[in-house]
């Protein structure tokens, strides 16, 4: 179902951009793949450990070392997105992971499973400011909204897709095969997208300086409001999958479904939850105000409901997750069209490089934390109360810190 929203989207609102229909649809799919190939050591992991011999602790570092390179190098990614042409940008980058995804079913230890993950970040340290680019130059602030939910509903689409398919895949065949098959078929998508780039695509170089973000107090609470959130949403994209089956008992198969629930409703959420915010904000006449109230809504949602998981039985804890993932979907919608509206159009793949840089460093931290945390105390309680209290730090940044949502970043600021 999800599916079908998220292209009838792209194809609705590609006229509305500077894009080819084909080359936006042909972007949102990428996101899909993104977000499957990131994912797939985790959706593995139940299988891989136990062959590799790699205790909680080694699977912490593998799942935090995706994050080192990918966090490492937003800022230079910012940098080159804004000076050169993305589309061929985002074309050698998505090469770049594809061969790291097919190069992991290859290892044979910690070690070589890590360089493959540190590849991997590297490659996909590019999408984001490249998605923020295209859009931010595209839209205008009301429309903005509805754009950034095609991408952010692919972000959860992907790794509710990947975590079925590849538990399904690794229970059938075995995690190798599900690694090598998918990073040589994602290579397939850079087909139909080298055709849609035009001959002489058009990129005007960015006129203001990447420094000159920092001279905003704004700058630093959106990068902190995504790090505490990042480190809630990373636990879960990480470790939910052994989290199910081993606390929850669940089969491979079973986490297959179970695993992919949330991330799907997330999607939906995301989707549903910016088109509202769209809507309200032409009638309101202050689109970035209604995002930031929807946004905070979705936090005290989401650490609610993921405190509530941990205490109940199966069924209820399922529901519970569910729901905390329609929170996270109703931040998501809404968080990049904030950034993008308080940087502008020129400045925006230079804030979006440093904001995920500075957020994703709870994608570094996240994974390492909880799996000393699970080795050490034998479950994941700790863990979830924690991403719980982490939300509602960025509730905090985001609901009363961060000032009025308007642009921040002059256009006409020379280099």
């Known amino acids: 179902m999800e599916l079908i929203v998220i292209m009838v989207g792209c194809v609705q609102i590609a006229a509305l951009i500077h894009m080819s229909t084909r080359a936006f649809v042909l972007l949102c799919i990428s996101v899909w793949i993104n977000y499957i190939d990131r994912g797939n050591l985790s959706v593995a992991a139940p299988a891989l450990a136990p062959e590799l011999q790699l205790t909680p602790s080694h699977m912490g570092i593998l799942l935090s070392g995706f994050f080192w390179t990918y966090s490492l190098l937003q800022p230079v990614a910012g940098w080159l997105i804004d000076r050169y042409d993305t589309y061929r940008l985002y074309a050698a980058a998505f090469a770049i992971w594809s061969i790291a995804v097919a190069a992991g079913g290859l290892a044979t230890g910690f070690y070589s499973l890590l360089a493959t993950r540190l590849l991997l970040g590297a490659g ?15 839209f205008t602030e009301d429309r903005r909204g509805f754009a950034n939910s095609m991408i952010d509903a692919g972000t959860k689409a992907g790794p509710a897709l990947g975590t079925f398919l590849g538990a399904m895949v690794i229970a059938q065949w075995g995690w190798r095969p599900f690694f090598f098959v998918m990073g040589v078929a994602s290579l397939i998508w850079l087909i139909p997208w080298n055709a849609s780039i035009p001959p002489k695509a058009k990129h005007s170089a960015a006129k203001v300086k990447s420094a000159n973000i920092f001279i905003y107090r704004d700058s630093y609470i959106t990068f902190a409001g995504l790090f505490c959130f990042n480190y809630a949403y990373y636990f879960l994209l990480t470790w939910l999958p052994t989290y199910l089956v081993r606390e929850r008992r669940f089969s491979l198969r079973a986490m297959a479904i179970y695993g992919a629930l949330p991330f799907a409703a997330t999607a939906i959420a995301s989707v549903a939850t910016a088109t509202y915010a769209d809507k309200r904000g032409r009638e309101t006449g ?10 905070v809504a979705g936090l005290i949602i989401a650490a609610a409901a993921l405190s509530g998981s941990t205490m109940l039985e199966n069924n209820l804890a399922m ?62 309680l700790a863990a979830f109360c924690g991403a719980s209290a982490i939300l509602l730090v960025a509730c905090v940044l985001y609901g009363l810190l961060l000032g009025p949502i308007r642009q921040l970043v002059p256009d006409e600021e020379s280099i």
């Open 124 to 138: 996909e340290s590019l999408a984001y400011p490249a998605y923020s680019r295209l859009l931010a130059a595209g």
């Open 286 to 295: 202050a689109p970035g105000e209604v995002r930031r109230r929807l946004a």
């Open 319 to 380: 529901i519970c997750l569910i729901v905390a993932f329609i929170g996270i979907g109703m931040f998501t919608a809404n968080c990049w069209a904030i950034s993008q509206t308080l940087a502008g159009p020129r400045a925006a793949g230079a804030w979006t490089g440093w904001q995920n840089a500075v957020g994703n460093m709870g994608g570094v931290i996240a994974p390492i934390v909880t799996g000393w945390s699970v080795s050490y105390t034998g479950s994941f």
